[in-house]
């Protein structure tokens, strides 16, 4: 039983190693920065303000062992493109049964991509509404596109060094869909009555 529910977790395994190695870098690192910051005149420790940065430090070492470490599993579908892909085909990002067999295993790799880019920057979506209290709706999806270009282009850049990842900017267009019902779930709640305003600055 217990197996059955972690099964759908098994194939993030490959990114639990590069996930903790760029965490034990990158949280000490911010950890002296921010405490190098608030001995400045004029900034309050807020833990509040403190947990929530540190989050998006975690959430982006994640974000670039995810999609930055090599991906020798792709490596044949690599090989056999230019390595970026300019072109969005609404066919591959909604998996269409016309272009792939229900039951195949390219329907089910199309799919299980199509969430997984989804999902990865939908706490993105989240964190940057947070972080920035006062940022609009569209600026938001501005900085999670920006975030997901960056991405694709160093994945097109490290194939020069073996990572066998693709550019592909259907990945871009779901990447913002994802932080789009991130942002636009923080933006709703933030429509009840009684939801706090004031947030202290970094």
């Known amino acids: ?25 990158a949280v000490p690192c911010w950890l002296v920065f921010r405490l190098y910051r608030l001995r400045t005149p004029g900034h309050r420790l807020s833990f509040y303000r403190e947990i929530l940065l540190l989050t998006v430090v975690l959430y982006l070492s ?40 229900r039951g195949s295993k390219a329907r089910f790799f199309c799919m ?14 989240i964190l940057i509404p947070l972080v920035w209290r006062h940022i609009r709706f569209w600026r938001g999806i501005q900085i999670a596109i920006a975030v ?37 779930l923080v933006f709703l709640l933030r429509l009840r009555p009684g939801t706090r305003h004031a947030v202290p600055r970094a």
């Not at 039983?1 to 870098?25: D, E, G, I, T």
């Not at 994640?62 to 969005?88: C, D, K, Q, Y």
């Open 148 to 184: 997901s270009f960056s991405i694709e282009l160093l994945q097109y850049l490290s194939r020069a060094w073996g990572s066998y990842r693709l550019a592909d900017v259907n990945d871009v267009v779901l990447n913002g869909l994802g932080a789009s019902l991130g942002l636009a």
């Open 1 to 25: 039983m217990l197996r059955q529910l972690l099964y759908p977790f098994l194939v993030y395994r490959s990114v639990a190693f590069p996930f903790l190695v760029l965490s034990a870098v």
């Open 112 to 125: 299980y991509n199509a969430a997984g880019n989804i999902l990865l920057f939908f706490p993105l979506g």
């Open 62 to 101: 994640g974000l670039a062992a995810a999609t930055l470490t090599p991906n020798h599993n792709s490596r044949l579908g690599a090989e056999a493109t230019v390595g970026i892909e300019l072109h969005p085909n609404l066919a591959s990002l909604i998996c269409s049964s016309a272009i792939l067999p």
